[in-house]
């Protein structure tokens, strides 16, 4: 959602992003379709860098497709690789967890001490 020309991650979205994470570049169905390739990469390296946030891991994307190749990552971070992954099978999905592991990487993207982290929108990419 856009306000004063500054984008702010709602859980929603990080949720399109994880559900679509592998063919993210295919475009993603949020509010309205998105097919530039720019965008999609913010969305992408935003969510990432969100990701890394809220845990011990350091997320550099899909390195496997069994959840149990990210026993290094924290429990949080666990729940939305397996989001991505669609491997629920040893990780436990409390829909507390899963909120708070959202609502943390929305706050991380949206400055939760009232900085952001996403600035105004580049002009030259359309």
């Known amino acids: 959602m856009w306000v004063d020309d500054v984008y702010f991650y709602s859980v929603k979205t990080l949720k399109v992003i994880a559900e679509n994470y ?3 570049y295919d475009g ?12 999609l990469a913010e969305f992408k390296a935003d969510f990432d860098r969100a990701l890394s946030a ?7 994307g899909i390195n496997g497709s069994k959840i149990s190749n990210y026993r290094r990552f924290g429990r949080l971070q ?3 690789i397996a989001d991505i992954l669609d491997d629920y099978e040893p990780v436990y999905q409390i829909p507390q967890m899963i909120g708070r592991a959202y609502r ?12 952001h982290f996403i600035s105004k929108p580049r002009s030259d990419v359309v």
């Not at 943390?104 to 900085?115: E, I, K």
Request: proline content about 5%; glycine content about 10%; overall charge positive.
């Open 78 to 80: 666990r729940v939305v």
């Open 54 to 60: 809220i845990g011990r891991g350091k997320w550099t």
């Open 104 to 115: 943390w990487m929305a706050d991380f993207l949206n400055g939760s001490d009232g900085t």
């Open 22 to 24: 592998k063919t993210i």
């Open 28 to 39: 993603l169905p949020l509010y309205y379709e998105v097919y530039n390739p720019f965008k």
